[in-house]
């Protein structure tokens, strides 16, 4: 298997009349960490809803390890390995922060991330076990988003904006587990709005404006300046016609 | 100590409504649909006991350990094909296609069944009755009492302690979210609705061995059951229940006083909770936002 892990193809995908995404084309290989940044609106949700499976695409091609997935149904996507964190950690508020973390795991492939493990990895979760989700902290119910997704025992871990509204020693914590968990042999898509963050855990980055993929690269080789140009697609680099720099 | 007969068979006719009205709790807890046709599927069971009677010349019990099954069938079916799509187009759709359920459903029966009411033969179980002192307590009306608390009591256990339960209430928490993390959702919504129709079934069929049975009894059901639902609060099956029981004591002890004011006072009942205490007694108040 030399080919990328996860590999996106010239996707279109949109909300009804609203298209948000234009030809977006990215690839993630084994056990690598790839940053997504973009001003808000740029589309670096809907890219992960796209391919979680909760958005069907209108046009391009999504492949997991080479077999097309693009047409696979939401629920088939988490049991394949590409399951997400989304924005906002969307627990099941009524479940205990065990049962959250069991929902995934009565239908999951084999894999390291028992019960157990994931206890040793969140201990603050094993705390809080039989605490209903909608009663923990932010940070423990980001544990628990990160535990759930983890116990299905993903190959593609798609983590949307884990950092918004917590405390900066407990982002900084969770980004100090993701060397852990790649090692685990999980693929990292991550959307982080603090550029310097998500530059300093990714191997590249991909830069979206306004739906289109304006600049992407190894994330340490990145001109930081031209990065924060495309970001906000300053004239220096307008949507399409900017120097796309490709590493 | 005619009062305290008065309460308990209140509270007996309580539990004949909860075990109508659990499944109806139920389905509107997990799929947030109310299924207008909820009295008529019970009313349909009732006649596919009778008819499995007829036809086979077994008694009440047996038919019922027949009918019950394909009850849940018909529920499972029912979901699969018609609610899935009612619930996939809008918040209005379900209530019109359930209403749309229930005109079909009392029209086949009329043209199956004819309009007379039937019987439901069923020995003396609908005059058996214990008597302690001044209290009777009738075998039927404990029979209903004891199923009802069974069946609310083995759902919530399946609710709360099985992986389908987790499940079940992880997609009533979040459809989306329950699909991305691997749930599949149409045979749990399928096993929800087939549950849900056999206990009313079951219970529309124990109630007919008393008034017996006709095709457009269903809508009487549904109104009992709903305000059993409504009043327990929204979501809680032991709420059901309770809702069920103050229903059915409010409705015993006004008849002793005038039998026309007895329907009206659970109705008001109904009213009052609404205005009061609208998410219901044991609903959570996030349930009726």
């Known amino acids: 298997m030399t080919g990328p892990l996860l590999e996106v193809r010239e996707l279109d995908a949109g909300y009804q009349d609203f298209q948000a995404l234009f030809g977006v084309s990215l690839e993630l290989a084994a056990s690598e960490t790839v940053a997504l940044v973009g001003a808000n609106g740029a589309g670096k949700t809907t890219l992960l809803m796209t391919i979680a499976g909760a958005l069907r695409p209108s046009r391009g091609r999504i492949a997991l390890d080479g077999a097309d997935i693009t047409g ?57 076990r039989t605490h209903r989700a909608g009663l923990l902290s932010g940070g423990e119910q980001q544990a ?4 759930r997704a983890l116990a299905a025992n993903p190959r593609v871990l798609l983590l949307d904006e884990v950092s918004l509204g917590l405390a900066p020693a407990i982002v900084d914590a969770f980004y100090g587990m993701l060397p852990t968990i790649q090692a685990s042999g999980v693929s990292i898509l991550l959307v982080e709005q603090d550029i310097d963050r998500a530059l300093a855990a990714s191997a590249r980055a991909v830069c979206l404006l306004e739906g289109r993929v304006v600049m992407s690269g190894q994330s340490d080789a990145l001109d930081r300046d031209a990065l924060i140009a495309a970001y906000f697609g300053a004239p220096a680099a307008p949507p399409g016609a900017g120097p796309v720099v490709t590493a | 100590m005619t009062w305290l007969n008065d309460v308990l068979q209140g509270i007996f006719l309580g539990g004949a409504y909860a075990l109508t009205a659990v499944g109806l709790s139920l389905m509107f807890g997990v799929m947030r649909l109310v299924n207008l046709a909820h009295g008529d599927l019970a009313v349909c069971g009732t006649y ?35 609610f899935d799509r009612a619930l996939a187009s809008g918040p209005t759709a379900p209530l019109l296609v359930t209403f749309g359920l229930s005109v079909i459903i009392e029209n086949l029966l009329q043209q199956i069944y004819s309009a007379n009411t039937r019987g439901v033969p069923a020995g003396n179980l609908d005059v058996a009755a214990v008597h302690l002192g001044a209290l009777v307590l009738p075998w039927l009306a404990m029979l209903k009492l004891v199923l009802a608390v069974m069946v609310i009591g083995g759902l919530s256990a399946l609710l709360q302690r099985t992986g389908w339960g987790r499940r079940v209430r992880a997609t009533a928490d979040d459809l989306a979210i329950a699909r991305l993390q691997g749930i ?20 529309g069929t124990l109630n007919a061995v008393t008034t017996g049975v006709y095709p ?21 099956l032991w709420g059901t229940l309770l809702g ?13 006083v005038s039998v026309p004011y007895a329907t009206l006072a659970s109705q008001l009942l109904f009213l009052v909770v609404l205005v009061v205490r609208p998410q219901g007694l044991l609903g959570s108040a996030q349930a009726a936002g």
């Open chain 1, 72 to 128: 696979q149904p939401d629920y088939q996507r988490a049991r394949s390995g590409v399951v997400l964190v989304p924005e906002g950690r969307r627990l099941f508020p009524s479940l205990t922060a065990e049962e959250n973390i069991l929902v995934p795991a009565t239908r999951r492939e084999a894999g390291p991330w028992t019960l157990d493990a994931l206890y040793e990895l969140f201990p603050m979760v094993a705390a809080r």
């Open chain 2, 184 to 203: 599949r959702v149409r045979p749990l919504f399928a096993s929800v609705t087939g549950l849900a129709i056999a206990a009313a079934a079951l219970a």
């Open chain 2, 48 to 82: 596919l006991a009778t008819t499995v009677m007829a036809m086979f010349g077994v008694p009440l019990w047996i038919a019922m350990l027949i009918m019950v099954p394909l009850a849940f069938l018909l529920g499972a079916v029912l979901q699969l094909s018609l």
């Open chain 1, 144 to 147: 628990v988003a990160i535990a």
């Open chain 2, 244 to 256: 069920g029981m103050l229903l059915g004591v409010t409705q015993v002890v006004v008849s002793q």
């Open chain 2, 216 to 236: 457009t009894l269903g809508a009487l059901t549904l109104i009992f059951a709903f305000e059993s639902v409504i009043i327990g609060g929204l979501g809680s």
